[in-house]
């Protein structure tokens, strides 16, 4: 009886580590997609020295595009009815971004969207965001 549980030990022991082998071999290596990613937000902040309002209440809204991949020829980033800035050729891991700073703290948002003159997958390259939190009952 000890040996036929030691039997199965075994056996259930080298099922186990055939399946975790396999699994692990398996696994496919996944590089990065070329992509221009949109981020952004809005959040309030309190002035400390050096900052444009100190020992006051103030709003930063910020967007930026992230070039993932590869470099990204024509790139523009564009917030609705505000600013806007272009690069010729956004290199691989660079950023642009547009950023304001207002006084005070109150309700806001910022929208917009990125493009280039190269395909990419669409999904995130627009966006809004706001700094207003709504929690149900």
Known sequence: MKQKMVRAAVAAAA?????????????????????????????CSF??????????????????????GRNWPNVTLHEFGGAEKFSPNLK?????????KWFGCFPSSISGYTISSDIDPLQNNIGFWANVQRIDN
């Open 92 to 100: 691989e891991g660079q950023k642009l971004r547009i950023e304001t």
């Open 15 to 43: 099922a186990v580590g055939i399946a975790a082998g396999s699994v692990v071999a398996a696994a496919p290596a996944q590089a990065a997609a070329p992509d221009l990613a949109l981020t952004g937000g809005v959040y």
């Open 47 to 68: 002035g400390k020295p050096g900052d444009p309002w100190q020992n006051a209440w103030y709003m930063v809204r910020w967007m930026e595009v992230t070039a993932h």
